[in-house]
């Protein structure tokens, strides 16, 4: 089955940064664009970036334009999330998912546009 596994995660200070790391295994991870998402408590799950298949197009919520970058290895099946200039707002449990159509153009920002998912891991930025 498919397995996602994310980690990198934990607490830092505002300005701070760090790179989120997520493992995939039991896909054809070239063939599947990637994305990031991210869950604050009581708050709704959020788009955070996402690239296509060979990485050759990325997307960004306009909340982390300019700080974060989405990258990927296809030879090692990872995506990356490198957080800089870390805010308190971007507090929260931060997702890895699988695109569910293979070789898209673009990127996805939806959450249903994704049928596999990590179980995340915790990014908490202190004042």
């Known amino acids: 089955q498919v397995q996602l596994v994310e980690s990198g995660g934990g607490l830092v200070q505002a300005g701070d940064s760090l790179r989120l790391s997520c493992a995939a295994s039991g896909l054809t991870f070239s063939m599947y664009g990637m994305g990031w998402f991210r869950q604050a408590p009581g708050k709704e799950r959020e788009f955070v970036s996402a690239i296509t298949w060979n990485g050759g197009v990325s997307d960004y919520a306009d909340s982390v334009k300019g700080r974060f970058t989405i990258s990927r290895d296809n030879d090692k099946n990872m995506v990356y999330l490198q957080m800089n200039s870390l805010k308190p707002e971007d507090t929260a449990v931060y997702y890895c998912?699988?695109?569910?159509?293979?070789?898209?153009?673009?990127?996805?920002?939806?959450?249903?546009?994704?049928?596999?998912w990590g179980q995340g891991t915790q990014v908490t930025v202190s004042l």
């Open positions: 998912a699988a695109a569910r159509l293979r070789r898209t153009v673009v990127t996805m920002t939806a959450s249903r546009d994704y049928g596999n």
